[in-house]
Nanobody, 115 residues
Framework: QVQLVESGGGLVQAGGSLRLSCEAS????????MGWYRQVSGEQRELVAT???????NYADSVKGRFTISRDNAKSTVDLRMNSLKPEDTAVYYC?????????WGKGTLVTVSS
């Protein structure tokens, strides 16, 4: 398994921006598909965005044009830049790392968007 440590959550007003970061403890970071997911209490965890080792990205329709996922393979980090935040973006955001049979999760960071 890979240890993932998220940072950057917090409280922001609607229309504001936040950047989440996740650092992975692995020597083969480039091999992992990295992703951000979010979960509201009582609901299923949902995909926000993923990025492959080569930089190919995938976004949920709800965040396209507002969120940007990026990675630094040299630093083993993945970031999620969130702009034009909405109250419905409020959730716990989780970093995810997938490679072969490995599917690791961070502990999550809370993002709260006030209206």
């Amino acid at each position: 398994q890979v240890q993932l440590v998220e940072s950057g959550g917090g409280l922001v007003q609607a229309g504001g921006s936040l950047r989440l970061s996740c650092e992975a403890s692995t020597n083969i970071f480039r091999s992992y598909v990295m992703g951000w997911y979010r979960q509201v209490s009582g609901e299923q965890r949902e995909l926000v965005a993923t990025i492959s080792g080569g930089g190919s990205t995938n976004y949920a329709d709800s965040v396209k044009g507002r969120f940007t996922i990026s990675r630094d393979n040299a630093k083993s980090t993945v970031d999620l830049r969130m702009n034009s935040l909405k109250p419905e973006d409020t959730a716990v955001y989780y970093c995810n790392a997938r490679f072969l049979t490995i599917n690791s999760w961070g502990k999550g960071t809370l993002v709260t968007v006030s209206s």
